[in-house]
T-cell receptor, first 113, second 115 residues
Framework: DGGITQSPKYLFRKEGQNVTLSCEQNLNHDAMYWYRQDPGQGLRLIYY???????QKGDIAEGYSVSREKKESFPLTVTSAQKNPTAFYLC????????????FGPGTRLTVL | AQSVTQLDSHVSVSEGTPVLLRCNYSSSYSPSLFWYVQHPNKGLQLLLK??????LVKGINGFEAEFKKSETSFHLTKPSAHMSDAAEYFC?????????????FGDGTTLTVKP
């Protein structure tokens, strides 16, 4: 079945540690996105990539980094510079263009202790 | 610039009664509009989308939405609520005039369905 997978589902880290969240898709989509979701708020865009080896900052990129070495993969690293990393992180992908729906992964809940 | 406002943070209905979730948008161009549903600790699933075709859009699970340009609204409705409809709903606008593919999400509306 085609879809997006995120791993792990739950992640616990100590303050000051970097952590990398995985996102893989087999939908053959060019564009991929990372969002952060906090309670009572909508999704906020962290980074997005429209093609391999290219990505752009979203609205809240500070303290995060990404890479896009393969079409299928778009890992997100939460660095120690991110002040409030505890959140629910969602990865999505879409065909190019703003008119298409985004397909979402199941999310990773990151808790920093 | 684009923005979206979901007018109610919480909506509570009884099972079998109509559902109305309200969404207003702002866009410099002719936008694409979406409604997504999210169940607890899950990803988002598309309910329906408007992309400048018919103004009344039908989606999955009996939901529909009407695009009203004069009112800049895209309200989501369902004639009869089911217990399984209890979830978080997000209205989303994508403006083709901005960086392609960037979407703006509303803050969400939590739908509670009472038996």
């Amino acid at each position: 079945d085609g879809g997006i997978t995120q791993s792990p589902k739950y992640l616990f880290r100590k303050e000051g540690q970097n952590v990398t969240l995985s996102c893989e898709q087999n939908l053959n989509h060019d564009a991929m996105y990372w969002y952060r979701q906090d309670p009572g708020q909508g999704l906020r865009l962290i980074y997005y990539s429209q093609i391999v080896n290219d990505f752009q900052k979203g609205d809240i990129a500070e303290g995060y980094s990404v890479s896009r070495e393969k079409k299928e993969s778009f890992p997100l690293t939460v660095t120690s510079a991110q002040k409030n990393p505890t959140a629910f992180y969602l990865c999505a992908s879409t065909l190019p263009g703003a008119v298409d729906e985004q397909f979402f992964g199941p999310g990773t809940r990151l808790t920093v202790l | 610039a684009q923005s979206v406002t979901q007018l109610d943070s919480h909506v509570s209905v009884s099972e079998g009664t109509p559902v109305l979730l309200r969404c207003n948008y702002s866009s410099s161009y002719s936008p694409s509009l979406f409604w997504y549903v999210q169940h607890p600790n899950k990803g988002l699933q598309l309910l329906l989308k408007y992309t400048s075709a018919a103004t009344l859009v039908k989606g999955i699970n009996g939901f529909e939405a009407e695009f009203k340009k004069s009112e800049t609204s895209f309200h989501l409705t369902k004639p009869s609520a089911h217990m399984s409809d209890a979830a978080e709903y997000f209205c989303v606008v994508s403006d083709p005039g901005t960086n392609a593919g960037k979407s703006t999400f509303g803050d969400g509306t939590t739908l509670t369905v009472k038996p």
